[in-house]
């Protein structure tokens, strides 16, 4: 049974995201509540199966490319189980839902084999934590620059559809981008600080230069000139909607690095 | 006797006159005092409203009356003359009168047809003329009458809809920039009715604050005081801009008012915090090309109908639908007006009198049998002198009270006393009230005052 419970997840996930792509096209409110439904029951799948192998592991199961993946899609669907309810906002859904599926479908399909990250020192555990909680900040913004460019389209081409109606106001989208990004950036720049005192512990050297680390300085630098930015050239709204979409293509280049470099043993940043 | 009306509107006059004619509440029992003054003035109210300054009396002589009116007007403010003002002026008296009366409380002589402030407007004045004691028997009926018309019209109509959806779909549109409308500036440029409908909606939304810039800066204060808002002089139009997140144009300006130029700049100086325009003149006020403006929203009136979906065609409709109840009702209410002359009472209370003496009389000689001619001819006399005797009085005071002020009210009293119904009074020419009761106004939430 405990085998099954990550396909049991994958497939509530997978219903919630064509059944909120179907809300987004549909005035009837029935739907969002069913794709609700679907997403707090895979939730509830996917928690489960986090407490169980903390509890055979004894540690939060964060330590291969795929665990870490799922517990980055489990952070996204409980921030927006906890935004889209409070706010109802069923809508976001239509968005994270996607991204959560596609993460544990990643996970999936990544090479099984010999990517678990030796946790020698407590420091990689807290980089390790730290970097996804970051990235979900990331996501999260990412999912809010989206929904405004789209309702900016709309609203510019006076198109008053269904979508339109949907999507949250322009000023609501600006500010969950800017407090995600708030939430995120403090989180990566320790955790980008605590992989380099990890590195620094296990194998000698602050920075290797590796493809992760020099994405990260990369994504880093970026959201924190889009922070600046906002403060003082007034990098917000639309401009701040596009530069966070391409600020997460940063992010997954960073996965898509310890991916790559994953063959070997993994050595901690 | 006639009710006369004498005014101009948004079709006859300027903005600028009509602002000269505007009299202040306040000030207001000293104007009706005025034109109580004239002999010949039975009863008047003045409306004012944004579009329109009309005063409606009740007078002995329509054309005299008229006169006086105009007399009125032109010494309302002192830069006025007769040649000013007479050119811009219409006349409308009795049956036309309250047709008048009746079409713009019903919203439908209003600039934006249908638009709902008017009918507040009309209660106001008639409030202000009975505070004032210068509405009569007459207008009490009259008003109240086109009170209730203008009410049934916009329960019974759709005409409503298309005012208020559209002004209303401005405050949707802004709702998908803005999620909490009450952190907003909102700035109205203009005064016209239908931006002043949105600016409305929009202060009902709870807008954090409301500037308005007008070239006659005059109307601004009358403006801002209404929205509780503040004036901001015109020529610092484009200084202000940056300071507002929802802009709403409704001037009369044929012209470009906020060019592409002036957003690029507010927009730039609001370091990109979306801007939210409305534009609701045609000619358009807001340059379209502004549409071009990254964070700056700008809709004009075929955006929001097209947002409300409204069909013109319907509306057209619904305002005839219109137009066929308030004549249906002026029918009835000429009828009424009519029945408050004094002589076809009197001639009407002979007549009913003359009636019962002869049934009465020819009922009792069927009992009476065989009478000699003598004993006809004096229980004949008897029934004459009895009748004549008790009418004498009422008539007698009809005739003499019908020219003082409460002549009216004399006149009703007699119609009630007698049970005498329009019917009898002005045999059958025009469609007459049955039930004059029954015209469902709102008594109770108007003053009760008689005038008597």
């Known amino acids: 049974m405990p085998e099954l419970l990550p396909y049991l997840t994958m497939g509530f996930y997978f219903g919630g995201t064509l059944l909120f792509l179907l809300y987004l096209w549909h005035r009837s409110d029935v739907i969002s509540k069913i794709s609700l439904v679907a997403t707090g029951l895979g939730f509830v799948s996917h928690t489960s199966g986090l407490i169980m192998a903390m509890v055979s592991m004894g540690h939060v199961p964060i330590m291969t490319f795929k665990d870490a993946m799922s517990f980055f899609a489990w952070g996204l669907v409980l921030v927006f189980l906890v935004v889209g309810m409070k706010r109802g906002l069923e809508v976001l859904g239509a968005f994270i839902l996607p991204l959560a599926f596609l993460s544990l479908v990643s996970a999936t399909l990544a090479p099984q084999s010999a990517d678990t990250l030796a946790p020698v020192f407590q420091t990689v555990w807290v980089h390790v934590t730290l970097s996804i909680l970051g990235t979900i900040g990331f996501a999260v913004a990412f999912v809010a620059g989206l929904m405004y460019v789209m309702q900016e389209r709309l609203l510019k081409s006076k198109q008053f559809n269904v979508l339109s109606f949907k999507l949250p106001p322009l000023d609501f989208l600006d500010s969950l981008n800017q407090r995600s990004i708030l939430f995120g950036f403090p989180l990566l720049t320790l955790g980008i600080l605590t992989g380099a005192v990890s590195a620094q512990l296990t194998i000698g050297s602050y920075l290797s230069w590796n493809s992760e680390q020099i994405w990260a300085l990369i994504t880093w630098f970026f959201y924190f000139a889009v922070l600046m930015g906002r403060v003082t050239a007034g990098w917000r709204a639309k401009k701040a909607a596009y530069l966070t979409i391409v600020g997460f293509a940063g992010v997954i280049l960073t996965f898509v690095g310890i991916l790559i470099k994953s063959p070997q043993p993994m050595s901690p940043l | ?452």
């Not at chain 2, 903005?15 to 009863?43: C, F, H, N, P, T």
């Open chain 2, 1 to 452: 006797m006639n009710i006369i009306v004498l005014g101009l509107n948004h079709r006859t006059a300027s903005v600028e006159l009509r602002e000269l004619l505007a009299i202040q509440d306040s000030r207001m029992g000293e104007a009706l005092g005025r034109l109580m003054a004239y002999s010949g003035i039975k009863e008047a109210m003045y409306l004012g409203t944004c579009n329109r300054v009309e005063v409606y009396a009740v007078v002995e002589k329509g054309e005299w009356g008229f006169r006086q009116l105009e007399d009125f007007l032109v010494s309302t403010h002192f830069s006025l003359s007769t040649e000013d003002l007479l050119p811009h002026l219409y006349r409308y008296s009795d049956d036309e009168a309250i047709a008048h009366l009746f079409r713009v409380s019903a919203s439908l002589d209003s600039m934006v047809v249908g638009e709902p402030q008017v009918l507040g407007q009309v209660k106001e004045a008639y409030e202000l003329a009975l505070t004032h004691r210068s509405s009569g028997v007459i207008l009490n009926k009259v008003v109240k009458k086109a009170i209730s018309v203008g009410k049934s019209v916009r329960t019974n109509t759709r005409i409503g809809e298309y005012a208020v959806s559209v002004s209303y779909a401005a405050v949707e549109l802004a709702k998908k920039v803005f999620s909490n409308l009450k952190q907003r500036v909102v700035l109205l440029v203009g005064a016209g009715e239908m931006g002043k409908l949105a600016a409305q909606h929009l202060v009902n939304q709870g807008v954090k604050e409301v500037l308005i810039a007008n070239r006659n800066h005059h109307r601004a204060f009358m403006l801002a005081e209404r929205f509780h808002g503040q004036a901001v002089p015109y020529e610092q139009l484009r200084s202000t801009l940056p300071k507002v997140d929802i802009v709403i144009c409704a001037t009369g300006a044929p012209h470009y008012v906020i060019t592409k130029d002036d957003i690029e700049m507010a927009v730039y100086h609001r370091m990109n915090r979306p801007m939210f325009l409305i534009d609701i003149t045609v000619p358009r006020n807001i340059d379209p090309a502004v549409k071009d403006v990254d964070n700056a929203y700008v809709f004009d009136i075929d955006d929001l109908k097209a947002h409300v979906g409204q069909n013109q065609e319907e509306r057209l409709k619904e305002a005839e639908t219109a137009e066929h109840m308030v004549r249906e009702e002026v029918g009835s209410m000429v009828a009424w007006v009519r029945g408050l002359e004094a002589t076809p009472t009197i001639v009407a209370l002979r007549k009913k009198a003359e009636e019962i003496k002869q049934g009465e009389l020819e009922k009792v000689f069927g009992r009476l049998g065989e009478l000699s001619s003598k004993e006809r001819s004096a229980i004949e006399g008897l029934a004459s002198a009895i009748v004549n005797k008790l009418l004498h009085g009422p008539v007698v005071t009809l005739k003499s009270e019908a020219q003082s002020q409460n002549g009216f009210a004399f006149i009703e009293a007699a119609r009630r006393f007698f049970e005498l119904r329009e019917r009898e009074i002005h045999s059958g020419e025009i469609p007459l009230l049955e039930d004059e009761t029954g015209d469902g106004v709102s008594e109770e939430r108007l003053p009760q005052k008689d005038g008597v």
